[in-house]
T-cell receptor, first 115, second 109 residues
Framework: EPEVTQTPSHQVTQMGQEVILRCVPI?????FYWYRQILGQKVEFLVSFYNNEISEKSEIFDDQFSVERPDGSNFTLKIRSTKLEDSAMYFC?????????????FGEGSWLTVV | RKEVEQDPGPFNVPEGATVAFNCTYS??????FFWYRQDCRKEPKLLMSVYSSGNEDGRFTAQLNRASQYISLLIRDSKLSDSATYLC??????????FGAGTRLFVKA
């Protein structure tokens, strides 16, 4: 079964450092997403991406964050100048199209710890 | 009012019990509804979509009441492996997906 893959599974970084989280969405999917989940809290939408541009973003996704699809397979989330409160599990996801009934498939997540 | 609201639980039930979870959503324009399950420190996994007519998948039954903006999930004959957090998920036709905080279920032998 095709799956969304994410790297790294766990990263520890110092406050103020830049972090890049990588994702390989399912190959025939067209819509890509990043979500985060702070420990003990709910899953929160960050951003959606389609046709090489951001299609929607939440208020969490400020100038500190950026996304990119540098090639035909990878989808990255960059966090500039990390803060302690950025510590969370970051989930990449993809879906085949934007029909609202379509399932979103999640990767296993990248656990980011900012110290 | 929260966009998607769930009873956090936890629900502690014996094996074989029937358990029901409820969820309410605030945006009447919401178009798609799902139940996901999430195991501890794992990714959310789709359990089932929720259709207006209600739908069943084995031991799981989902219901949607658009007038009341209410979604439910019924689990029959609970198994130990059903222990997880159940997430109510709502999409409004755009790209944004709103998750509830989840309801924790513990099934005990």
């Amino acid at each position: 079964e095709p799956e969304v893959t994410q790297t790294p599974s766990h990263q520890v970084t110092q406050m103020g450092q830049e972090v890049i989280l990588r994702c390989v969405p399912i190959s025939n999917h067209l819509y890509f997403y990043w979500y985060r989940q702070i420990l003990g809290q709910k899953v929160e939408f960050l951003v959606s991406f389609y046709n090489n541009e951001i299609s929607e973003k939440s208020e969490i996704f400020d100038d500190q964050f950026s996304v990119e699809r540098p090639d035909g397979s990878n989808f990255t989330l960059k966090i500039r100048s990390t803060k302690l409160e950025d510590s969370a599990m970051y989930f990449c996801a993809s879906s085949p199209d934007r029909l609202s009934g379509n399932t979103i498939y999640f990767g296993e997540g990248s656990w980011l710890t900012v110290v | 009012r929260k966009e998607v609201e769930q009873d956090p639980g936890p629900f502690n039930v014996p094996e074989g019990a029937t358990v029901a979870f409820n969820c309410t959503y605030s945006n009447s324009a919401s178009q798609s509804f799902f139940w996901y399950r999430q195991d501890c420190r794992k990714e959310p996994k789709l359990l089932m979509s929720v259709y207006s007519s209600g739908n069943e998948d084995g031991r799981f039954t989902a219901q949607l009441n658009r007038a009341s903006q209410y979604i439910s999930l019924l689990i029959r004959d609970s198994k130990l492996s059903d222990s997880a957090t159940y997430l109510c998920v709502v999409r409004s036709g755009g790209f944004k997906t709103i998750f509830g905080a989840g309801t924790r279920l513990f099934v005990k032998a």
